[in-house]
């Protein structure tokens, strides 16, 4: 200021008024920028009050049920009634239903599980770890299958943001705990479930008490990563079934979610650096994720402003968890849920399942294609096309031998020759196997005792892919 003083004229300085007129000015800016100053400080104040009194103490779920159907205003809702058969939220007992009613109710899934699998289901109990967009739908679809008890566990509330892809919340649930809200929804859909709503925060030194019961299954739709692994290695060591969510935000084509073991994952970044880290802490294979390969490029995550990318950590929900947000679009989680529930139902209820481990492998198509021609050149120089096109050889890789190899199961350098090589090449005498593998088999003699090479447990389940494949091309 003093500076652009200077700079006017004298003859102008000499006026009084205009002296005047500057010193208001002056003061002005001045008192602005103190009372910026004084808001920008009370905001980080309130800010991090809130996250302290957070830290603290979690908020109890409400104590009686009446509670739970009031909005924000503490106004109750018209469009909630309690129904008669209902619990209070705290109450995990299993009110009676007319059995009838109940098996009317799933008669879609014992007619597709059969009354074994169903049974099953009815009586298995799973753990649900983050009540958000995946493990909302995850939930739902599980006690829609018949899964006769579950328990939730998050300590976050609903909020309007999150209506987008939750699977249960309404408008008059934000301000509620999600596994609340959660367990008053399922109420009406499945009132014979036992839902056990835990408003708590996973973590490694609660793990035992809140993992406690048994479980069949567990869902790990955590998107913290220090907390996703401990839960992971938890069950992992354990030996409690668990499967786990990666990253659905920043995703939109559902063509590319994928099934597989944590070992296959490709492309997603949140699998990449579980795989990493547990792999670290001694865990190589065994845990089933779901996950997407398309690659997040079109977005990014919301940016702070100013005055929040300065005190970052103090818009973090909690400590160690990221403070922004990466844009979802809403049918991605709930894509993952539902297939995390289709799989777990399907394992639970003893249905047959062997996921695709990867999808979209043109590249790979291509060239085991170009090397089997090679290979049936060998057997017949003078053949020029071989029975077996590009797309046949995705078809068999993917749908008749899941990806993995025929002997060993490993995807590692894998490849396709003839089963038995005196027979001619079609889908049904076709066999993937590794680099190693088919060096070895395509140097058999053409009428060799595959019994005797492989073992009758190997050739038995070659010959049932086969078979399942002759019935299968039937009907197509």
């Known amino acids: 200021m003093s500076s652009y003083l200077e700079k006017i004229s004298p003859a102008v300085m000499n006026s009084q008024s205009t002296k005047m007129t500057l010193v208001a000015v002056a003061a002005s800016f001045t008192t602005a920028a103190v009372l910026l100053g004084y808001q920008g400080s009370q905001r980080k ?13 979690i908020p109890p779920p409400p104590t009686n049920f009446d509670q739970l159907h009031n909005n924000n205003m503490g106004v109750p809702s018209q469009q909630q009634q309690v129904p008669k058969q209902t619990q209070s939220p705290q109450d995990n007992s299993v ?8 098996r009317e109710q799933l008669a879609r899934n014992i007619a597709f599980l059969g009354e074994e699998g169903v049974e099953k289901l009815r009586n298995s109990f799973v753990v649900i770890v983050g009540a958000g967009g995946v493990g909302s739908w995850a939930a739902s679809m ?38 609340i809200a959660m367990k008053k929804a399922f109420r009406q859909v499945a009132p014979w479930v036992q839902v056990d709503a835990r408003v708590e925060l996973f973590q490694e030194d609660s793990a035992e008490e809140l993992l406690s019961g048994n479980p069949d299954y567990v869902v790990d739709a955590i998107d913290n990563i220090n907390t996703k ?37 490709f492309e997603d970044p949140l699998a ?5 880290k547990i792999k670290k802490m001694g865990v190589d294979t ?20 100013e005055t929040q990318a300065q005190e970052a950590d103090e818009y973090a929900a909690l400590p160690d968890f990221r403070s922004r947000i990466l844009p979802v679009l809403g049918p991605l989680p709930a894509m993952f849920g539902m297939a995390m529930a289709t799989f777990i139902t399907c394992k639970i209820g003893g249905w047959p399942m062997d996921p695709l481990p990867i999808k979209l492998r043109d590249g790979l198509y291509q060239r ?35 990806g993995k190899s025929a002997i060993s199961k490993s995807m590692d350098k894998i490849g396709l020759c003839r089963w038995k090589r005196s027979e001619p090449l079609t889908v049904q005498n076709v066999i993937l196997l590794t680099k190693s593998e088919l060096d070895r088999h395509v140097k058999l003699p053409l009428d060799a005792d595959l019994v005797k090479e492989y073992g009758q447990e190997v050739v038995d389940f070659v010959e049932s ?4 494949e002759a019935e299968i091309s039937r009907l197509r």
């Open 465 to 468: 892919r086969f078979k399942e």
């Open 45 to 57: 104040r309130r800010v991090k009050q809130l996250k302290d009194d957070l830290r603290s103490s």
């Open 95 to 102: 009110p009676q239903f007319d059995e009838e009613l109940v």
């Open 286 to 305: 065994g845990i089933d994720v779901v996950y997407s390969t398309e690659k997040p490029h079109h977005v990014k995550l919301l940016p702070l402003d």
């Open 368 to 402: 085991i294609h170009r090397d089997l021609k090679v290979r049936e050149g060998r057997l017949d120089p003078e053949v020029e096309t071989i029975a077996l096109d590009r797309r046949d050889v995705g078809y068999v890789i993917e749908e008749v031998w899941r």
């Open 142 to 179: 599980l006690i829609r299958s018949g899964v006769g008890k579950i328990r939730i566990i998050d300590f976050d509330q609903v909020s309007l943001s999150s209506l987008n892809r939750h699977a249960t919340a309404v408008q008059a649930d934000v301000g509620t705990p999600k596994v």
């Open 229 to 265: 692994l401990a839960l992971l290695k938890f069950c992992y060591d354990h030996k409690i079934p668990v499967m786990s969510s990666m990253g659905a935000g920043a995703k939109a084509d559902p063509s590319r979610i994928q099934i597989s073991d944590i070992s296959e994952t």
């Open 272 to 276: 990449r650096a579980v795989r990493r």
